[in-house]
């Protein structure tokens, strides 16, 4: 799908999102990384570290913060996290207690007045769960839970207003994306929290690079189209690949009649060019495509 780099949406983004309610206060920006795992018929969510920027309400940096958090006793890193977040289970093993790092970081955002502080997607949910997980002292746990109400997930707001109400599930990645700041995510809490606010500030300046509406719109194809895709996988997969002169003249036909541009049919079509031995079409999410094109 061609992607229009003018942008065409209507409103700002969130210049009124984004400080909704707190208006002439501080806010800050948070991300954090997550030990999330099934753990003795339950399941755990560790924060492993956390990463904040506070701003003034004209999202001019004030002060910042950084930390891992130390691992609870008995729980380890899976390979895949230590891969995604570069943490390490020997690291984490000596890093201040959640204890210490929460006493500082209130600290932080009181000193500073911070009104709301902003998270993108379920950063909410999952400090909640490690809190509920966690045997606090008193102040500290009543602290906690009043740092905890402050989060203000606005990932669906932002989406909406730059998307013209398409898509409420905008990720980072894509954000990051139609704000021409490419789409790779570092999965680094203080990395993510920096891009975040950065996004936040070229969208209310109206600087987005892409279109965000076109962006939508590839997202919803690009969601049917993998929904109704059945053949991919070259070892589960490669007993049903045939040689089929009628099967091509098939593809062929469908082709010429423009089948590419419905999700469906494009589904259809990559299937079956995969079952004659044509090889997997493997369509990316909007950041892999934009990049694809060189257009980063």
């Known amino acids: 799908m061609a992607i229009n780099k003018s942008n065409k949406t209507t409103k700002k983004g969130p210049s009124q999102t984004a400080p909704a309610g707190f208006k002439g206060k501080n806010q800050a920006f948070l991300d954090a990384e ?16 956390v990463g904040v920027v506070i701003t003034n309400p004209a999202h001019e940096e004030l002060d910042r913060f950084y930390s891992t958090v130390r691992l609870t006793r ?87 207003d730059i998307t013209g109400g398409l898509d409420a599930n905008l990720s980072l990645a894509d954000m990051k994306t139609i704000c021409g700041l490419g789409g790779y995510v570092a999965h680094n809490a203080l990395n993510d929290a920096e891009d975040m606010l950065e996004c936040i500030r070229i969208i209310e300046t109206d600087r987005m690079k892409y279109n965000g509406v076109e962006a939508a719109e590839y997202k919803k194809f690009r969601g ?17 690949i045939i040689s089929s002169d009628l099967g091509e003249q098939f593809l062929k ?32 999410t909007f950041s892999e495509m934009i990049a694809e094109n060189g257009e980063d």
């Open 34 to 49: 997550y030990l999330s795992a099934r753990y003795k018929k339950g399941s755990i969510e560790d924060v492993i570290s």
């Open 74 to 160: 008995g729980h380890k890193l899976p390979p895949l996290i230590t891969e995604l977040t570069g943490l390490t289970n020997e690291e984490l093993e000596i890093a201040p207690t959640y204890e210490d790092v929460m006493t500082e970081l209130i600290g932080m955002i009181k000193k500073y007045q911070v009104g709301k502080i902003c998270v993108w997607g379920g950063d909410k949910n999952s400090f909640q769960r490690d809190y509920d997980s966690r045997e606090l002292e008193k102040p500290l746990k009543r602290s906690v839970a009043k740092f905890i109400s402050t989060f203000e997930n606005i990932q669906k707001e932002v989406s909406l």
């Open 224 to 240: 049917e189209y993998v929904k109704n895709r059945s053949f991919d996988d070259p070892e589960s997969d490669e007993g049903y």
């Open 253 to 284: 036909e469908i082709a010429e009649k423009g089948f590419a541009k419905d999700p469906k049919t494009k589904a259809f079509m990559d299937d079956l060019g995969y079952l004659l031995g044509k090889g997997n079409v493997y369509m990316g």
